[in-house]
Nanobody
Framework: QVQLVESGGGLVQAGGSLRLSCVGS??????????MGWFRQAPGKEREFVCA????????DYTDSVKGRFTISRDNVKNTLYLQIDSLKPEDTAVYYC?????????????????WGQGTQVTVSS
């Protein structure tokens, strides 16, 4: 059984920062080189890609709207994925989801990911 559990969301003023974490558990993390990503879904909108990272961490990918403000990283010893969010904007308000896929290659497509967390709410006030 694979589980992804996000934490770190909250209410923050515009310009502030948050650090999201996602802890993974399950056999896949010991048997596969797992790529991981963050997606988000704002009220009334579809889930969208935010960023992703390969198993080794050598490859990262960001959607244009978060480049320079968001930083994805991972600690494979702890099976933990991180998202450092700086210079938050009201339009960053969304539920943020952690996702993992059973191969190392990153993807921007939600359908390419095999496992999902329950999400953590990020709310940015203006």
């Amino acid at each position: 059984q694979v589980q992804l559990v996000e934490s770190g969301g909250g209410l923050v003023q515009a310009g502030g920062s948050l650090r999201l974490s996602c802890v993974g558990s399950g056999r896949v993390f010991s048997t596969n080189a797992v790529a991981m990503g963050w997606f988000r879904q704002a009220p009334g909108k579809e889930r969208e890609f935010v960023c992703a990272i390969s198993w080794s961490g050598s490859t990262t990918d960001y959607t244009d709207s978060v480049k320079g403000r968001f930083t994805i990283s991972r600690d494979n010893v702890k099976n933990t994925l991180y998202l450092q969010i700086d210079s938050l904007k009201p339009e960053d308000t969304a539920v943020y989801y952690c996702a993992a896929r059973r191969i190392s290659i990153t993807s921007q497509r939600a359908d390419d990911y095999d496992y999902w967390g329950q999400g953590t709410q990020v709310t940015v006030s203006s």
